[in-house]
């Protein structure tokens, strides 16, 4: 993995070709261009494409995925038109994998299945409503336990639909909320949510192949509790001494 320096953010460079960039999203870094005015992942990318490869005028880079501004991990962007297309299919007939990983409070024992309806206000604040709420959304993921330690939980989690802030409101509906989440947990100041998206696996937009991308979460509280390691996918987990 390379590195492009952004402004006060570290850019991880995954893969990049003629059609995809493959990226690591840091932690605090919004996605695109929001209100806040703040240098967004977008943005500084073209900039990377633009200094890297010498482009004149304006770059092409499009969104086919998001994650919260909070939330670190792995993402993928299109560098051409066909390649957005392609990929915005990819992700409607889910056969894009997601895999993420989080800490919860509480012992989760046994994998969950949660299907709820959430309805995103004008606030921006997502919540668990009845099936027949004008505007509700379906959400369905399954969350498996990795590991416990000191009241909280491992847990990866695939998404079976994708809603905003979803693994967030459905975990802590679940009853069990994520580590530093001051939204919809009881995360304090200073703690860092505990919501990292570890892997990515798609089929590249014109060969058709099977890749995957991933890389673990920081070596920083709550994470570093365990030592975690992903290898194609493959979550190895141990405890630190």
């Not at 209100?35 to 967004?40: I, P």
């Not at 482009?55 to 501004?69: E, I, N, S, T």
């Not at 390649?83 to 299919?89: F, I, P, Q, S």
């Not at 012992?107 to 299907?115: A, C, G, S, Y």
């Amino acid at each position: 993995m390379t590195e492009y320096q952004a402004g006060r953010y570290r850019i991880g460079i995954l893969y990049e070709d003629n059609h995809l960039l493959i990226s690591l999203k840091p932690q605090n870094m919004p996605v695109q261009a929001d209100a806040s005015g703040d240098l967004d992942m977008q943005s500084a990318l073209k900039g990377y494409i633009k200094e890297k490869y010498n482009k004149p005028g304006d770059v092409f880079l499009a969104l086919c995925h998001r994650l919260d501004r909070p939330v670190g991990g792995v993402m993928a962007l299109c560098r051409t038109s066909k390649c957005a297309e392609r990929m915005t299919k990819q992700f409607a007939s889910h056969t894009v994998e997601k895999t993420y990983l989080c800490v919860v409070k509480g012992e989760l024992n046994e994998t969950i299945n949660p299907e709820d309806y959430l309805l995103k206000d004008e606030r921006g604040m997502v919540r668990v409503v009845s099936p027949d709420t004008k505007g509700a959304k379906r959400a369905s993921l399954t969350a498996a336990p990795i590991a416990h330690a000191d009241g909280l939980t491992l847990v990866k989690v695939e998404l079976h639909t994708g809603r905003s802030h979803q693994i967030r409101v459905q975990m802590a509906h679940a009853g069990y909320p994520l580590w530093g989440d001051n939204r919809y947990g009881d995360g304090r100041p200073g703690q860092q949510i505990a919501l990292w998206a570890a892997s990515l696996a798609l089929d590249h937009p014109t060969t058709k192949q099977r890749m995957c991308f991933d890389c673990p979460p920081p070596d920083m509280q709550p994470w570093n509790i365990w030592r975690i390691s992903i290898n194609d996918g493959i979550i190895d987990v141990e405890m630190n001494a």
